[in-house]
C-alpha cells in the first residue's frame, strides 16, 4: 500500500516538474528580446559634457583640499594651525558637496515621479491579531486574577532591579546637606592658608575666606568677608555680637543656585544702585551685607547665611560658632535646621 | 564611443548586477531596495532641517569618538604645567587639564573639539526649527503623531546631552552651570534633596564617581537613546511617507509627489550633508567657541559676569532670572525653593504643551482623520496664532536670559531689563495671538479675493472655470 501510494507521489512531482520544466523554457523564448531592450526605468536624457567638466574640476578641487588637510597637520609648530586645517577640511567638504550637487541638479534624472501613499491601515490584518490573541487567551479562566498576579510579579521584579540604583548616593539621608566645616574657635585663612587679620581687613572691597585645615571645594567653606563702619551696619538685634570691628561674613555660595557670590557692588557699580550689595553673577541675587545678608533683588528666597565672627588675642578672626542658615541652595524643608559641622572637620 | 569603453560599461554592469545578487542572496531584500531606491522625497526648503539635524548629529559622534580619546573625566587634583602660559601652576582637574591639552597638545584637536562644540549648536538649532516647521504646517497630525513625540523626546535629549557635554569640561562655566543644575534639582519638591544626592552621590560638587556618570551618559547612555530613537523616527517617516504641500493638482492625500531616493535625491542629499560638514568644520577651525583656556578651572567660590552658556539653555537661564524671589513655605517650612519654578516647572511646562498638542489639537478641531497634505501657516488661524504665542514666550523669556550680557557690555540696567522682561513674559503672548491670527485671517481673506479674481478673469475671457 505505502510503496504504491510513494510511487503516486513520485510520478506527480516528476509531471510537476516537467510542466515547471517546459514553462521555464517556453518562458525563456518568448523573454529573450526583452532582456535585449529593457524598458528603461531612468528617463533618457542628454549628455551634459560641460557639466562632467565641471563635476570633475570640484572632485579634485576636493582631493586638494583633503591633500592640504594632509600637508598642514604634518607640518608640526605650525602658527593657525587649527585655522588652516579647519579651512582645508571644510573647503574639501564644500566642493565634494558642490560637485554632488552639480551631479543633482544636470547630470541625473530630477524628474517629480508620483508615488501612492501607504494603505492607511490593514483592517483583515489587524483583526487577525486581535482575534489571534484573543483565542490564545481562551484555556485562561481566571484572567484578572492571573493579570494581577502578573502584574505583581513584573512590578515587584522591576523595583528589585531598580533597588540598586540607590547605591549611587545617600538616598534617605539628607544630613550631610547641612553639614559645614565651622565650629566655635575655627580660622578664618586665604587662599594660601594665611589667616585674616582684623587690621588687614580695608573697607570698600570684599574678601574670600576658608575654613582653617578643610577642603576648599565643600559648599560650607567659602565666605565673603566685608568690612563696614561699625555705624552703616543694621545687623538684626541677635547678630549684633556677630562682627568685631564692623567686619561681617557670610556664606559665599548663593542660597539661589549654588554659584559663588562674586561681585561687590561697591563701588563699582553705578551710584543709583543703592547702597553696598552682594550680588551673585549667575542670576543676580542681590544680598544686603549690612542687614544680615537679606535679600534686595533677583531670585534668591532666602538670606545669605551669616557666620559670627570674633578677634582672638593674636588679631586673626574666627567663627564664633556655625551659620545663622543652612549653606547653599535651598531644598524641601531646608530651614527647619541650623547647619551642623561636619564629622570629617 | 570604443569598444573598449563599451565593454568596460558592461563589466561595471556586471559588478553591479553581482553586488545586487550577493546582497539579495543573502537578505532576500532586492524587491525592498528596488522599492526604496524609488521612494519619492516631496521637494521643499523646509523638509531638509530635520536632514541638517541628522548630518549634525552625525558628525557629533564623529569629532566625539575622537575627543574620548583624549579625554579624562576624572575629578583629581592636578597642577598644570603644559603649553598655555597663562595657566601655569594653577590646581585643577585632570578632566579640566585633559580637555586644555587637547585643544593646546594633540594635533588637530582643538578643531575637532570646536567642530564638536558648534555641531552641537547647530544641532538643537536644525532640531528646534525643524519643530517649528512641523508645528506650523500641522505635519504632526495622524499618522505621524508618534513621529512627532519621537522628534521632541530627542529634543529633550538633545538638551541634556549638550549641557552634560559642556558641563564635562569642568572649566568655571561648566562648574556654574553644574551648580545651577543641582540647585534645580534640589529644588523639586518632596525629593528634591535625595534625587540630587542619588546623582551627585552627596552634597556638590559631589563625589568624583559623578564624573564618570555624567561621562558615560554623555559619551554611551544619551548618543545610543538619542540614535535609536532617531532609527525609529526615519523607519516611521518611510512607513508613512512624507508629507507635502498642496501644489498642484497631483499632489493629494492619495499621491505623494517627489523626487526619487535614487537617481535624483540621493546627490542632493548628500550634498547637503557635505555642506553640513564644511559649515561646521569651517566653524570649528575659524570661529572660536568655548575658549575653556580662558575661563579658567572652576572651584566653587568663584565666579564671573556676564557668562552665558550655549544658547539652548538660554531659555532656562532666563526663567531663573525672572521669577521674583520667593520660596513656598507654611511658616519656617520651606515646601518649593526658587529654582523650581524657572528650572523646572517651566521647561516642563513647554514640553507638556509640545506633547500635548496632537491630541489637544484633535479634540478642539474634532479633526480625528489622516492628513498627508500640509498647512500653510495661514490656512489654520488658531493653531498659528496659539503656536506663534508659545514661541513668544520661550523667545522673550530667553532674550531674558542675556540680560546680564547686555548689562555688561551695554550698561543698561538690569534691574530695569528685568521688570521690562517680567511685563513682555504676559503681555508679549497676548500679542503675537492676537496679532497672528488676525495676520493668518487677512491672507486667507487675500487668497480668496485673488481666486475671485482669477475666476472671474477666466469668465471674463470667456473660459469655463475648471472644476476642483
Redesign the interface.
Given at each position: 500500500m505505502s510503496g504504491d501510494r510513494e510511487e503516486g507521489a513520485q510520478l506527480n512531482a516528476l509531471k510537476r516538474w516537467a510542466i515547471a520544466a517546459g514553462v521555464l523554457l517556453l518562458g525563456r523564448k518568448r523573454r529573450r528580446p526583452l532582456v535585449a531592450e529593457p524598458e528603461r526605468l531612468?528617463e533618457a536624457g542628454q549628455p551634459d559634457p560641460r557639466a562632467e567638466w565641471l563635476v570633475l574640476a570640484l572632485l579634485l578641487g576636493a582631493a586638494c583640499a583633503a591633500a592640504g588637510f594632509i600637508a598642514v597637520?604634518s607640518f608640526?609648530h605650525l602658527e593657525h594651525?587649527?585655522?588652516?586645517?579647519?579651512?582645508a577640511?571644510?573647503?574639501?567638504?564644500?566642493l565634494?558637496?558642490?560637485?554632488?550637487?552639480v551631479?543633482?541638479?544636470r547630470l541625473?534624472?530630477?524628474?517629480?515621479?508620483?508615488?501612492?501613499?501607504?494603505l492607511?491601515r490593514h483592517p483583515e490584518a489587524e483583526e487577525e491579531i486581535a482575534q489571534l490573541v484573543q483565542e490564545s487567551g481562551d484555556r485562561f479562566t481566571r484572567k484578572r486574577l492571573l493579570l494581577a498576579g502578573g502584574g505583581t510579579a513584573v512590578g515587584a521584579l522591576g523595583a528589585a532591579l531598580v533597588v540598586p540604583?540607590?547605591s549611587?548616593?545617600?538616598?534617605?539621608?539628607?544630613d550631610?546637606?547641612y553639614?559645614t566645616p565651622w565650629r566655635r574657635g575655627r580660622r578664618l585663612v586665604d587662599e594660601a592658608g594665611k589667616p585674616f587679620l582684623l587690621d588687614e581687613i580695608e573697607t570698600e572691597t570684599f574678601y574670600?575666606a576658608?575654613a582653617d585645615r578643610a577642603s576648599?571645594?565643600?559648599?560650607g567653606?567659602?565666605l565673603v568677608v566685608v568690612r563696614f563702619e561699625p555705624s552703616q551696619l543694621h545687623l538684626p538685634s541677635q547678630r549684633r555680637d556677630w562682627a568685631p570691628g564692623g567686619v561681617v561674613a557670610y556664606s559665599?555660595?548663593c542660597t539661589?543656585?549654588?554659584?559663588?557670590?562674586?561681585?561687590y557692588r561697591k563701588p563699582t557699580f553705578?551710584p543709583?544702585?543703592p547702597g553696598p550689595a552682594l550680588v551673585?553673577?549667575?542670576?543676580?541675587?542681590t544680598f544686603d551685607p549690612t542687614r544680615g545678608g537679606n535679600?534686595i533683588?533677583?531670585?534668591?528666597?532666602?538670606p545669605l547665611p551669616q557666620l559670627p565672627l570674633y578677634v582672638d588675642p593674636s588679631g586673626a578672626l574666627r567663627a564664633r560658632g556655625n551659620f545663622s542658615g543652612p549653606v547653599?541652595?535651598?531644598?524641601?524643608?531646608?530651614?527647619?535646621r541650623k547647619p551642623s559641622t561636619g564629622p570629617s572637620t | 564611443m570604443g569598444r573598449a569603453h563599451a565593454q568596460a560599461e558592461h563589466g561595471a554592469v556586471d559588478v553591479i548586477r553581482g553586488v545586487v545578487r550577493f546582497v539579495d542572496e543573502r537578505s532576500g531584500t532586492a524587491p525592498f531596495l528596488k522599492k526604496a531606491l524609488r521612494y519619492v522625497f516631496p521637494d521643499n526648503w523646509s523638509f531638509l532641517l530635520g536632514e541638517v539635524a541628522l548630518y549634525s548629529f552625525v558628525i557629533l559622534v564623529g569629532t566625539g569618538i575622537y575627543l574620548t580619546l583624549f579625554f579624562e573625566p576624572s575629578t583629581a587634583s592636578t597642577y598644570y604645567t603644559g603649553t598655555y602660559a597663562p595657566l601655569h601652576g594653577h590646581e585643577m582637574s585632570v578632566a579640566y587639564r585633559s580637555a586644555v591639552d587637547l585643544s593646546f597638545k594633540v594635533r588637530a584637536g582643538l578643531l575637532m573639539r570646536q567642530t564638536h562644540h558648534w555641531a552641537a549648536d547647530v544641532f538643537i538649532a536644525a532640531i528646534v526649527l525643524h519643530m517649528l516647521r512641523i508645528f506650523f504646517t500641522g505635519a504632526f497630525r495622524k499618522p505621524r503623531d508618534l513621529t512627532y513625540y519621537i522628534g521632541v523626546t530627542m529634543l529633550l535629549l538633545a538638551l541634556l546631552e549638550g549641557y552634560l557635554g559642556y558641563s564635562l569640561v569642568d572649566d568655571l562655566l561648566s562648574g556654574m552651570g553644574l551648580a545651577i543644575g543641582y540647585s534645580v534639582a534640589m529644588s523639586i519638591p518632596f525629593f528634591g534633596a535625595n534625587l540630587a544626592a542619588l546623582i551627585w552621590g552627596g552634597p556638590f560638587p559631589g563625589k568624583p564617581e559623578f564624573w564618570s556618570r555624567m561621562f558615560v551618559a554623555h559619551v554611551f547612555l544619551l548618543p545610543v537613546l538619542i540614535g535609536t530613537l532617531l532609527a525609529l523616527h526615519l523607519f516611521l517617516v518611510a512607513a508613512r511617507h512624507h508629507t507635502q504641500f498642496r501644489e498642484s493638482r497631483r499632489t493629494t492625500e492619495k499621491t505623494v509627489v517627489g523626487i526619487p531616493a535614487f537617481p535624483g535625491y540621493a546627490p542632493r542629499s548628500l550634498a547637503l550633508f557635505c555642506s553640513v560638514a564644511a559649515v561646521l568644520f569651517l566653524l570649528g577651525g575659524l570661529v572660536q567657541i568655548n575658549p575653556i583656556w580662558l575661563w579658567g578651572p572652576y572651584h566653587i567660590s568663584q565666579g564671573t559676569n556676564g557668562a552665558q552658556p550655549d544658547w539652548y539653555l538660554g531659555w532656562l537661564i532666563g526663567a531663573l532670572r525672572l521669577v521674583p524671589n520667593f520660596d513656598v513655605t507654611i511658616g519656617n517650612y520651606t515646601l518649593i525653593p526658587n529654582p523650581f519654578w524657572g528650572g523646572a516647572l517651566f521647561p516642563l511646562i513647554v514640553f507638556a504643551i509640545l506633547y500635548l498638542t496632537p491630541s489637544l489639537e484633535r479634540r478642539f478641531t474634532g479633526e480625528y482623520g489622516f492628513h498627508h497634505l500640509l498647512d500653510r501657516p495661514r490656512d489654520a488661524a488658531w493653531r498659528t496664532a496659539l503656536g506663534a504665542a508659545l514661541f513668544a514666550w520661550v523667545f522673550v523669556i530667553f532674550l531674558a536670559g542675556a540680560s546680564d550680557r547686555v548689562f555688561v557690555s551695554f550698561g543698561v540696567s538690569y534691574q530695569a531689563q528685568i521688570w521690562v522682561y517680567r511685563v513682555l513674559v504676559f503681555a508679549l503672548p497676548v500679542a503675537a495671538l492676537v496679532v497672528t491670527r488676525r495676520w493668518c485671517l487677512a491672507l486667507q481673506e487675500s487668497d480668496r479675493i485673488h481666486r475671485r479674481r482669477e475666476l472671474a478673469e477666466a469668465e471674463a475671457r470667456g473660459e469655463l472655470p475648471q472644476a476642483e
Open positions: 531612468v597637520y608640526n594651525q587649527t585655522q588652516y586645517l579647519g579651512l577640511l571644510g573647503l574639501a567638504f564644500a565634494l558637496g558642490a560637485a554632488l550637487g551631479i543633482g541638479k541625473v534624472d530630477d524628474e517629480e515621479h508620483e508615488e501612492e501613499y501607504p492607511p540604583a540607590l549611587l548616593g545617600p538616598f534617605l539621608d539628607t550631610p546637606f553639614e574670600t576658608y576648599k571645594e565643600e559648599l567653606s567659602p559665599k555660595i539661589h543656585a549654588g554659584c559663588a557670590v562674586a561681585l553705578p543709583v544702585e551673585c553673577p549667575c542670576h543676580y541675587s535679600v533683588f533677583g531670585p534668591a528666597g532666602r547653599g541652595p535651598s531644598w524641601w524643608g531646608v530651614r527647619m | -
